[in-house]
């Protein structure tokens, strides 16, 4: 009898196979399992080999770091690369508040605000209040009976302390902290000679062992099972060695990560002493919110482990390429939701000497400049010699898309499935398909997703713009590059083959707009100002204001003193510019980050006549065109 090879996972095909085992036996060349009790047993057989093959298979893909799924063993996989997985984030504000201290008899010379909950979330959010806590004291002196604390940073969670006594005969002795909402940057470790003793050795976080001296009082951390953290002290080859009987204290804060962000109404809980240590009573002083919380972050993911963690391994703690930068920043700055690198010499003209570094957080759409010199100061650390970072600002690219979407009136209603359209499209866009550098728009996939939304629809006839919102400076002559990354399409050789919205610019009156006439190489082309009629027909103003590269996909302007916009986005003076790609798949250039704006795009319903029967020969059926409309002007 030959055996039969078994290699699906799938059940029916598994039970097939066992049935064609058997039929090889000339005792069941003609038996009817399935109409025999027999049905059951093949039935056992077969599921029991499902489970073992599932199992087996399981077993190997978790020895391998892209094949895991088990969270437990990513992260042990990741260990192993010397990768501590980011825990979660707690939420931070910056709040202010000053002492007045005209009534406190003992003149104090300083006042220390404790560690531990200073404040709480003066309002509900969410149908829940929140406490906020400081990681070590702060002291500030006193003059004139005042005491101010500025720009403390306060962060949302619980303050929890845990405390070990070292037990030398304890040779497999842990320290683990059981709770999975740790942010492990805020961990205090402090170490008493013993219980009793009243001095005390403070520890430092240390990530990297290889700088770490015999006698450093640090200790490293890692993830274990459950989401939880163990603390590990050093051996006296690498970091100080703890003594028996040393009393470790620990503190941190437990977060709710990314819930608490976006509260900026705070009420003070802290308490204070003075320089001598008494307790400072008096009424709680007023808050002043500088910065509402922001940056709290769940743990990382499964999936960022298994992307970062062999690209911070390449990087052997040294920042060299692009690739090196984009694995770094990540375990940096936490908050950072995609990272753009790329090298000065990319640039035309290049640049050489220079990383330009772009950073997209997850909370807001632009990095504060404070937290771009910190991110510089930490740099430094695997910086090489002779490479500057430097950062620049995200540059969105939209996209927006133009709709006709044919459907059977038999099948469904206009209404219903423009509303399931929207809410599809609304998805897509917030998708890590699009919300991330060097993403990529894909055309048929974006068509394919709205044709499967119902099955009233027919087809759907989509054009494509791309637009770049420029911030423009008022009142002083400046020059101003738009660069799209995509090839410009030439529809019209005799001009206008993108449009902006109205600006006032010095020397004209009225409003302008800008466009273009292309040249006879077909590859570049002068831009020009003019102003619309009454008739809405354009009338050239000004010639040779900048330049358009159709190839590069870039307009320069050359200086114009700018005196106001008809368009206002975040406060912010701007003027759309918009073309039509020569290609309908867009790419997020070096540090254009894509989104698909759905707010100034359009879905059209378009009934199809054919399809639902009420005009078969297609007499009455609408055509709609595949290009964009011969607008002018952005309005």
């Known amino acids: 009898m030959s055996l039969v090879n078994v290699s699906s996972l799938d059940f029916e095909e598994i039970k097939e196979s066992i049935k064609s085992y058997l039929r090889a036996d000339g005792t069941f060349t003609d038996y009817d399992f399935e109409g025999s009790n027999f049905t059951v047993l093949l039935d056992t057989l077969a599921y029991n080999t499902y489970i073992s093959s599932y199992n087996a298979n399981m077993l190997t893909n978790e020895v391998f770091l892209d094949g895991a799924t088990l969270r437990e063993n990513v992260v042990s996989l990741a260990r192993n690369l010397g990768y501590i997985p980011r825990s979660v984030t707690s939420a931070r504000a910056v709040i202010s508040f000053y002492l007045d201290l005209t009534s406190f008899t003992t003149n104090p010379v300083s006042v220390t605000l404790k560690k531990g909950i200073v404040a709480t979330s003066s309002v509900n959010y969410s149908g829940k209040n929140y406490v906020f806590t400081i990681p070590e004291d702060i002291t500030v002196p006193v003059s004139s009976d005042t005491a101010i604390f500025d720009e403390v940073t306060i962060y949302e969670g619980a303050y929890v302390q845990n405390t070990f006594t070292v037990?030398?005969?304890?040779?497999?002795?842990?320290?683990?902290?059981?709770?999975?909402?740790?942010?492990?940057?805020?961990?205090r470790v402090e170490v008493r000679e013993s219980r009793n003793s009243n001095v005390t050795r403070v520890y430092k976080k240390s990530d990297n062992l290889t700088t770490t001296k015999s006698t450093d009082d640090v200790f490293f951390i890692n993830e274990i099972a459950d989401s939880r953290y163990e603390l590990i002290f050093g051996d006296g080859s690498f970091g100080s060695k703890l003594k028996n009987g040393n009393y470790i204290i620990v503190t941190y804060i437990v977060t709710n990560g990314e819930r608490a962000n976006g509260i900026n109404k705070f009420s003070f809980t802290g308490r204070f002493i003075d320089n001598n240590g008494s307790p400072v009573k008096i009424t709680s002083p007023l808050v002043e919110t500088i910065q509402g919380t922001a940056y709290g972050a769940p743990i990382e993911s499964v999936e960022s482990v298994k992307k970062l963690a062999p690209r911070v391994y390449a990087s052997q703690n040294r920042a060299v390429t692009a690739n090196d930068y984009e694995a770094l920043i990540p375990q940096i700055y936490p908050e950072a939701e995609s990272v753009s690198v790329f090298g000065g010499e990319e640039l035309s003209p290049p640049k050489y000497g220079k990383v330009f570094i772009t950073v997209k957080p997850q909370n807001g759409s632009y990095l504060p400049n404070i937290v771009k010199d910190n991110i510089k100061t930490l740099l430094?650390?695997?910086?090489?010699?002779?490479?500057?970072?430097?950062?620049?600002?995200?540059?969105?690219?939209?996209?927006?898309?133009y709709t006709n979407v044919y459907y059977n009136q038999n099948l469904g209603n206009a209404e219903g499935i423009k509303s399931a359209v929207s809410k599809n499209l609304e998805k897509y866009a917030a998708s890590d398909e699009l919300n991330r550098y060097g993403s990529r728009f894909r055309y048929s996939k974006f068509l394919k997703l709205i044709d499967d939304t119902s099955v009233a629809i027919t087809s759907n006839i989509t054009s494509i713009a791309i637009r770049r919102d420029v911030k423009l400076t008022l009142n002083v002559f400046s020059e101003n590059e738009i660069c799209f990354g995509n090839k410009i399409h030439i529809k019209n050789q005799s001009g206008y083959n993108f449009k902006t919205?109205?600006?006032?610019?010095q020397g004209i009156t009225g409003t302008v707009y800008f466009s273009d006439i292309p040249n006879s190489d077909g590859m570049t082309g002068n831009v020009f100002a003019f102003k619309l009629n009454a008739s809405s027909q354009p009338i050239i103003v000004r010639q040779n204001v900048g330049i358009i590269d159709y190839e590069k996909g870039e307009i320069k302007l050359n200086a114009l003193n700018f005196t106001n916009t008809s368009k206002l986005k975040f406060g912010d003076n701007i003027m759309e510019v918009s073309i039509i790609p020569r290609s309908n798949d867009i790419i997020g250039l070096q540090d254009l980050y894509l989104q698909l704006d759905t707010t100034t795009s359009e879905v059209t319903m378009v009934s199809d006549v054919i399809s639902s029967g009420a005009d078969l020969s297609g007499s009455q059926?609408?055509?709609?065109?595949?290009?964009?409309?011969?607008?002018?002007?952005?309005?």
Not at 380 to 401: H, M, S, W
Not at 501 to 505: D, L
Not at 621 to 635: E, Q
Request: aromatic residues 14%.
């Open 501 to 505: 919205s109205g600006v006032q610019i």
């Open 167 to 187: 037990d030398a005969n304890n040779k497999n002795q842990k320290f683990i902290l059981q709770n999975p909402r740790i942010d492990t940057e805020l961990i």
């Open 380 to 401: 430094r650390r695997y910086a090489v010699a002779g490479i500057i970072p430097e950062f620049i600002d995200l540059k969105y690219l939209y996209i927006e898309y």
């Open 621 to 635: 059926y609408i055509v709609s065109s595949s290009y964009l409309n011969g607008a002018y002007v952005r309005l």
